[in-house]
């Protein structure tokens, strides 16, 4: 037996290696907004932004608009999830086909060899999705943007508006 200072010394490990493996996961999903920041600032032309906010159909909010208004940079993409679609299907937003998926990204100017950092407006609302996508269609660096456009807005980064 361990005994109670033992247990605790135990637990306390396994929550540490815990924290480790989740720390490096979460950098493989995940990039927090100062990082962006800094991506944003390189000006890397191998990077590529994209907007995957998207809403109930007849909802108060156009994603598209609401893109144009505000978004992450100038030339932040957008992709609606209820547009890179199977167009055969009786589902909504079924998994289009890689050619669909292709062209889409072509209109877009997004290719698998890119590092793509993903967001929304909400936080994680659609974005999980968006980049599931990505990374289903052979791209290997894909990172969704911790807290979305909402924290980057609450933490008052700069944001760019108008027609792209």
Known sequence: MLGRA??????????NSMRLFSTSTRAKYLIETDEVQELIAQND?????VNA???????????????EETRLTP????MSISEVVDPHSSLPIAMPSAEVFAEHMKQIRVGRNHRIVCYDHLGMFTVARAAWMFRFFGATDVRILSGGLKKWIKEGRLTASGAY
Not at 75 to 78: A, E, K, L, R, V
């Open 75 to 78: 030339t932040t993409q957008y």
């Open 45 to 49: 032309p191998n990077v590529r932004f």
């Open 53 to 67: 906010s998207w809403y109930m159909p007849g909802g108060k909010v156009d994603a598209r608009a609401q893109h």
């Open 6 to 15: 033992g247990t605790k010394a135990v637990l306390a490990q396994r929550v």
